[in-house]
C-alpha cells in the first residue's frame, strides 16, 4: 500500500459515489471533507528513531511493532527484561517503569498491505486509518468494521462505496451519513433509516426521491442530485 493506491482507491470512491472523476488529491480530499475526523499521527520509534505511526501522541516513548518483536539483538531489551535492582521507594518503581514503558504503533494483526495506520485487524489495504475490523479498501478512517471500499468512515459497519460516514450501518453509495441505517445512493443524511436517493434529510425513514425531508418528481430529484454533486466536487 502506498499514496499511488491509495489514490487509486479514492478516485474508485468518488466516481461510484457521484458519477464522476474525482478532482482531489489525497491530501485535497482530506483537508476539505475529512478534517474533523481522528486520525494516526506522526511520531518516531524512541529506540530508532524512525518515523511511525501511533493512535495517540500523548505517551513519551513508542516503539513500532516490529521492532517490539524484533529478535536480531538490534533492539536492546527486545524482550523487556531489564536486569534485577533494589525497589526502595516510589522514585524507583517509576525510574523502573519509565525503562520499559514503550507504547507500541503501527500494530496490524492478520492485516496485509497497510500503511500509516495502528489498530488494524484482518483488513488489507488500508491508508492513514484507526481501528479498522475485517475490512478492505479503506481510507482515512476512525473506526470501520466490515466494510470495503470507504474513506471517512467513524464508528461504522458494512459500508461500501461511501464516504465520511459516522455511527452508521448498511450504507452503500453514500455521503456524509450520521447515525443512520440501511443508506442506499444518497447524501447529507442524518438520524434517518432505510432511505434510497435522498439528500439533506434528517429524522425520517422509509423515504425515496426527498430533499430535506420533501417528497419530489423523481426527474426533478435528479436534476437538482446533479447540481448538488457539482457543488460537492467543485474545487
Not at 19 to 46: A, C, H, I, M, W
Not at 157 to 175: I, K, M
Request: net charge negative; aromatic share 12%.
Amino acid at each position: 500500500m502506498n499514496e499511488k493506491v491509495a489514490q487509486e482507491i479514492l478516485d474508485k470512491i468518488v466516481a461510484q459515489i457521484f458519477g464522476y472523476k474525482n478532482p482531489y488529491t489525497l491530501e485535497q480530499f482530506q483537508q476539505k471533507f475529512l478534517f474533523d475526523v481522528r486520525l494516526p499521527v506522526e511520531v518516531n520509534d524512541s529506540i530508532t528513531g524512525e518515523s511511525t505511526w501511533a493512535q495517540s501522541a500523548n505517551p513519551v516513548k513508542f516503539i513500532t511493532m516490529k521492532n517490539s518483536q524484533n529478535e536480531s539483538g538490534v533492539v536492546p531489551f527486545q524482550d523487556f527484561t531489564p536486569p534485577p535492582r533494589e525497589m526502595n521507594s516510589l522514585e524507583d518503581v517509576l525510574a523502573a517503569w519509565n525503562e520499559i514503558n514503550y507504547t507500541t504503533t503501527e500494530r496490524y494483526l492478520d492485516s496485509l498491505n497497510v500503511f500509516e495506520s495502528d489498530n488494524i485487524y484482518e483488513s488489507e489495504m488500508v491508508y492513514r486509518s484507526l481501528d479498522v475490523h475485517y475490512s478492505k479498501n479503506i481510507l482515512f478512517s476512525d473506526g470501520a468494521k466490515n466494510s470495503e471500499f470507504v474513506v471517512g468512515s467513524q464508528r461504522s459497519n458494512n459500508l461500501a462505496y461511501s464516504a465520511r460516514v459516522e455511527d452508521s450501518t448498511n450504507c452503500s453509495n453514500s455521503f456524509s451519513v450520521s447515525w443512520s441505517a440501511n443508506i442506499t445512493n444518497s447524501l447529507f443524511i442524518s438520524d434517518a433509516g432505510d432511505m434510497y436517493e435522498c439528500m439533506f434529510c434528517s429524522h425520517t425513514r422509509g423515504k425515496r426521491f426527498c430533499i430535506a425531508n420533501i417528497q419530489m418528481e423523481e426527474e426533478q430529484y435528479y436534476k437538482l442530485k446533479k447540481q448538488v454533486i457539482e457543488w460537492i466536487l467543485s474545487t
